[in-house]
Every structure is written in structure tokens, then in C-alpha cells.
């Protein structure tokens, strides 16, 4: 049982409006980091630091954007109304 899937509507301006401040809160909290951490006096990190830094971020958001990823996914193709469906069942088995 197919269900007739439209394409997803195009974003609007109150969404790019979103994502814009969205984004800036981004760069406002890594400029703020980066500002106090270069401010503490006799602490420094060094360029290999900042490049594993870079990749642990790069890294975590890979791994959050895959999972979120799979969850649309799974709820696109419809497997979690089979997986509800084994849920409802084992509970009225229990009753």
C-alpha cells in the first residue's frame, strides 16, 4: 500500500531567514570560544590542535547529519509503522 508521495515544497523566506540566523549563532559562539580561549594568558593551541579540533567538529556533525539522515529516511520508507505495528502487537500479547 503505496501512499502518493509529493515532492517537498520549496523553502521559503522565513526559512532562509532561519537558517541565516541560525548560521550566525554558529559564528558568534566559535568567535567567542576562539576569542576567550586566545585570551587566557601562557595558553595557546597549537596548529595541529586547531586541525583536530576541525576534524572531531567535521567528524561529530558527519555522524549527528547521518543519524538524522536515517531517521528521515526510516520514516519516509515507512519502517517505523512496521516496528509500532510489532510494538502494539507484543503489548496485547502481555494482556
Given at each position: 500500500m503505496k501512499q502518493d508521495i509529493s515532492p517537498p515544497a520549496r523553502l521559503g523566506a522565513w526559512g532562509w531567514i532561519a537558517i541565516i540566523?541560525?548560521?550566525?549563532?554558529?559564528?558568534f559562539a566559535i568567535a567567542f570560544a576562539v576569542h576567550g580561549w586566545n585570551s587566557i594568558d601562557g595558553v595557546s593551541i597549537p596548529t595541529m590542535g586547531w586541525v583536530v579540533l576541525g576534524i572531531g567538529v567535521v567528524a561529530t556533525l558527519a555522524v549527528g547529519g547521518g543519524l538524522m539522515a536515517l531517521l528521515f529516511y526510516s520514516s519516509r520508507k515507512q519502517y517505523d509503522r512496521e516496528a509500532h505495528g510489532m510494538q502494539q502487537r507484543a503489548m496485547d500479547d502481555r494482556e
Open positions: 540566523v541560525i548560521f550566525a549563532f554558529l559564528a
